[in-house]
């Protein structure tokens, strides 16, 4: 497997040190959070596009992905959520970015049959636009739609190779699903998987990765066991807890832990 880190732990970084980064502490690739407060947004313009995918190539580190906020089961008209999520793979095309990151994010008080309908018809429909740029759509285990179970009822009526699943560890796990059955829900969809570690689900402050509650072993030697040769993807959500402990004098650490998970479950 193939390690990343996300930029939502080194908010606003500029790219050259994210990229720096990235190759002293021995990670392949890069999440890119995609907002208008980082340095890679929907709203850049071709000749800077153009230099952050040169930065990336000449780096030889890869962009893993577009980590966007577009919310496919929110209430409400189609086009402003279609509109995000086309400009969330123009991006990602335009930098080689092989997938792009959506929310499900349906309303608490959304009949989940409604959300569900509503996410899959979006996506459905997203489909086509990123067939034709070559980039995945991948729904994240996150928010209304938190565990495997959850997102299978959106991904499967969809039923489109481009269309997929992001497994975030935390997510899961708060919802009160093993590995075993998380990856059981998902292989069949799965671009990749965040991983990540807490102190508890009361506190949700990010920790490095082994010293909390996680069950990082399990997930790993689930996806082992299986056969699966995709990336874990390191999201440290720094940018929302400012006590947390800097990204950048973990990352060897958190490499190492990763890096001795998939040797031990070999």
Do not use: N
């Not at 995000?84 to 095309?93: G, T």
């Not at 935390?170 to 059981?184: F, N, V």
């Not at 390191?234 to 990204?247: C, D, F, G, I, V």
């Amino acid at each position: 497997m193939k390690l990343a880190f996300s930029t939502l732990g080194v908010p606003g970084l500029p790219v050259p040190e994210v990229l720096a980064l990235a190759a002293e502490h021995g990670y392949h690739g890069v999440e890119l959070r995609a907002h208008p407060e980082e340095p890679v947004h929907a709203g850049l313009g071709p000749a800077e596009r153009a230099e952050v995918a040169a930065a990336f190539k000449a780096s030889g580190i890869e962009i893993l992905g577009i980590a966007g906020y577009a919310r496919v089961a929110e209430p409400g008209a189609d086009e402003p959520v279609l509109g995000e999520i086309r400009q969330l793979l123009q991006l990602a095309h335009d930098l080689g970015a092989p997938f792009v990151r959506v929310f499900p994010g349906a309303a608490p008080d959304q009949p989940p049959a409604d959300a569900d309908a509503t996410a899959a018809r979006r996506l459905g429909t997203a489909a086509e636009d990123a067939g034709a740029l070559g980039v995945r759509i991948l729904l994240e285990t996150h928010d209304s739609h938190r565990t495997g179970a959850d997102a299978i009822r959106v991904l499967g009526p969809v039923g489109h190779r481009q269309v997929g699943a992001l497994w975030d560890v935390m997510h899961t796990w708060l919802g009160g699903e093993q590995p075993s059955e998380t990856y059981a829900a998902l292989f069949p969809h799965l671009g990749y998987v965040q991983v990540k570690d807490i102190a508890s689900a009361e506190d949700t402050t990010p920790l490095p990765l082994g010293a909390g509650v996680l069950p990082l072993t399990e997930c790993v030697e689930v996806l082992s066991r299986h056969g699966w040769d995709g990336w874990l993807c390191w999201e440290y959500e720094k940018r929302w807890y400012e006590s947390a402990a800097p990204l950048p004098g973990l990352l060897d650490a958190g490499r190492e832990h990763l890096v001795r998970l998939l040797s031990d479950s070999a």
